[in-house]
């Protein structure tokens, strides 16, 4: 079992084409790509934390899970209505979880943190809702798709870009 975590996938919502410069002609395009790059990554026996702003239209959400391999879990995000949080396919939903991976405790929710439980003991920040925009602090990461090729991402991959100073950094 693979763990994977994604954000900001925003299903069936032509406005983040425009909004956040996403490279598809319309939203059609961009959910199958989504819908095909995840299922590329993710096995059935996977699991996916899903940190928030799922689709646009929550009548769509329980179609889209059972078409999405892995077992999903939702942090809810500000475009997440009751309807989405409430969709049958969810294995968990909530607004924040600490999960330990590894050794290393994460830190989960839609909202970036400015500091968060265990952020000067090596805990890591994962997060949506900045699309790429908001540079991060150290140890803080955004898993959203715009940032990592409209597909979930493993924390080994989140983690990869890290520099040398920003290893050293203790906070």
């Not at 239209?57 to 209505?81: M, S, T």
């Not at 330990?100 to 500091?115: A, K, N, Q, W």
Request: with cysteine; aromatic share 8%.
């Amino acid at each position: 079992m693979t763990l994977f975590f994604t954000a900001d996938t925003h299903f069936g919502d032509h406005r983040t084409i425009n909004i956040q410069r996403r490279p598809f002609p319309n939203s059609a395009a961009l959910d199958a790509e989504m819908i095909a790059r995840w299922n590329a990554v993710v096995r059935p026996g996977d699991e996916v934390w899903h940190l928030g702003d799922v689709a646009r239209h929550a009548a769509d959400v329980p179609a889209l899970l059972a078409r999405l391999h892995g077992r999903k879990h939702l942090l809810r995000g500000n475009n997440d209505p009751d309807a989405t949080v409430q969709a049958s396919g969810w294995a968990s939903v909530g607004d924040y979880a600490e999960l330990e991976v590894d050794g290393v405790r994460l830190i989960l929710c839609h909202y970036p943190f400015r500091s968060w439980n265990g952020q000067h003991r090596g805990s890591l920040n994962l997060h949506g809702h900045s699309h790429g925009r908001l540079k991060p602090m150290p140890r803080q990461y955004d898993v959203g798709v715009d940032v990592h090729g409209f597909a979930p991402v493993t924390l080994a991959q989140v983690r990869a870009p890290l520099t040398s100073k920003d290893d050293r950094h203790d906070g």
